[in-house]
């Protein structure tokens, strides 16, 4: 019997207390090997192209480019890798939308020590992993969908906005933004006002209150 090959995992995560407990409970497993750390989104994107892994493990909340805007790059570039989301947000909007970025599971911080096993032998055999009160919101989104004839809406925000809501509360100009997220600094002035008119705030300080209570950046 020919023996599978192990799950060979990138694991990006800004801090890196967090990464060595992680790759703890990840190693202690004969069946996986984590053979590459990222820091941060960019990091991670990078190591993506070149590291002999087929499996990234992304925290959801990182300076600069945060686990969502990560997992849609390297799904785009890498679509054969499998993407996990780890997040310590119970949060529908952030779960509908990893799902969209291309992640094939949303693991919860704070059950990673029973779930993060699971999640990661659950991606590669093919299969989605959902945290259990998840599937209430699952649940809602289809009989939502069902009734009426579309997409339902998961948040004020799309992905992208969300990206810049962080930024600009990280005091990035508008010039940086522009540069990090590959756009014009138009396309960014324009998210910044219809941020702000979909959330009916004023300014920057508004906009990093929002941005903390939401979980995007760390008070």
Not at 36 to 61: H, K, Q, Y
Not at 108 to 132: H, I, N, Q, W
Not at 192 to 213: F, H, S, V
């Amino acid at each position: 019997m020919t023996r599978e090959a192990p799950i060979r995992v990138l694991l990006v995560d800004d801090h890196a207390v967090v990464r060595r407990g992680l790759r703890l409970v990840l190693s202690g497993e004969s069946d996986i090997d984590v053979v590459a750390e990222a820091e941060d989104g960019f990091e991670a994107v990078a190591l993506a192209r070149t590291a002999p892994c087929n499996l990234v493990v992304l925290d959801i909340t990182m300076p600069r480019m945060t686990g969502l805007e990560a997992a849609r790059k390297i799904s785009a570039e890498r679509p054969e890798l499998r993407v996990l989301i780890l997040s310590m947000h119970d949060n529908e909007q952030y779960f509908f939308e990893a799902l969209k970025a291309g992640a094939s599971g949303y693991v919860l911080k704070s059950a990673a020590d029973r779930d993060l096993v699971e999640a990661c032998r659950a991606t590669m055999r093919g299969e989605s992993f959902v945290y259990p009160a998840a599937l209430g919101a699952l649940i809602r989104n289809y009989l939502e969908r069902a009734r009426d004839g579309g997409e339902a809406s998961t948040g004020p925000l799309t992905a992208r906005e969300l990206e810049v809501v962080k930024l600009i509360a990280e005091s990035y100009s508008s010039r940086e933004i522009a540069d990090l997220l590959v756009i014009s600094i138009k396309t960014v002035e324009r998210h910044r006002a219809n941020i702000l008119e979909k959330l009916g705030l004023r300014d920057r300080i508004e906009l990093t209150r929002y941005a903390i209570r939401n979980g995007l950046v760390e008070p």
